[in-house]
């Protein structure tokens, strides 16, 4: 694995790290690769603005493709599957 040694860290910042570490009952070196792989993990998803906005892309193909129809109430075709 690739050693990552940061330099210069304000104490206070190091404190921080070890009460956060601590309260989840990690090592401090623990909480740090918890914290970079979290990081990383959450890079690799689409912006969630980008997400919307293709989901509203797909939501407006669909009410196009189906604009003008009617459909039946669900509970009534509910009620006729359990009479079956």
């Known amino acids: 694995m690739t050693q990552i040694i940061l330099e210069n860290l304000d104490p206070i910042v190091v404190e921080k790290l070890q009460v956060r ?9 623990e909480e740090l690769k918890a914290i ?8 690799s998803f689409p ?9 509203r892309e797909r939501l407006a193909k669909v009410r196009q493709q ?12 509910l009620r006729e599957d ?3």
């Open 66 to 77: 189906y604009q003008g129809r009617t459909f039946r109430d669900s509970a009534e075709l």
């Open 82 to 84: 359990r009479q079956r």
């Open 36 to 43: 970079v792989e979290e990081a990383v993990q959450f890079e």
């Open 21 to 29: 570490a601590t309260r989840q009952g990690r090592s401090l070196i």
């Open 47 to 55: 912006n969630q603005q980008e997400t919307m906005h293709e989901a």
